[in-house]
């Protein structure tokens, strides 16, 4: 039986990991910032949506169109429908949440709504 030599394969082994999206999340203030990365993403594939208390990220990443002839050595950039789903808690502002994409990085911007914020009562 023929076996290809791949050299590579010894050095890295076979890419048998999960699709992620890598997710930082900060407070600024009275709002939220979630930043997600999504190297290579057509930012027309990426769709956001709310539902109740649950914010769920969906995103699309095509493999490379294959060459004649061409022989894959080493392929860890995965391909396919990214999802990520956030529970949020009561109190945020789902209606005015604002969306960017910048250098393959999705930030959200998720505010506190206007009745959770702490206030001064006068006496």
Do not use: C
Request: without cysteine; aromatic residues 6%; glycine residues 8%.
């Amino acid at each position: 039986m023929a076996r290809t030599f791949d050299p590579f394969r010894e050095i890295f082994g076979e890419a048998s990991r999960t699709i992620g999206m890598p997710m930082d999340l900060v407070r600024q203030g009275t709002t939220f910032v979630a930043s997600i990365d999504l190297p290579g993403v057509d930012p027309a594939s990426i769709d956001i949506d709310a539902e109740e208390r649950t914010l769920t990220v969906r995103a699309q990443r095509s493999a490379d169109p294959k060459v004649a002839g061409e022989q894959w050595l080493v392929r860890e950039r995965p391909t396919g429908t990214f999802a990520r789903q956030l529970t949020l808690g009561s109190g945020l502002a789902l209606d005015k949440v604002e969306a960017s994409y910048e250098d393959g990085v999705l930030t959200l911007r998720i505010p506190i709504a206007e009745a959770a914020k702490p206030r001064k009562i006068a006496v």
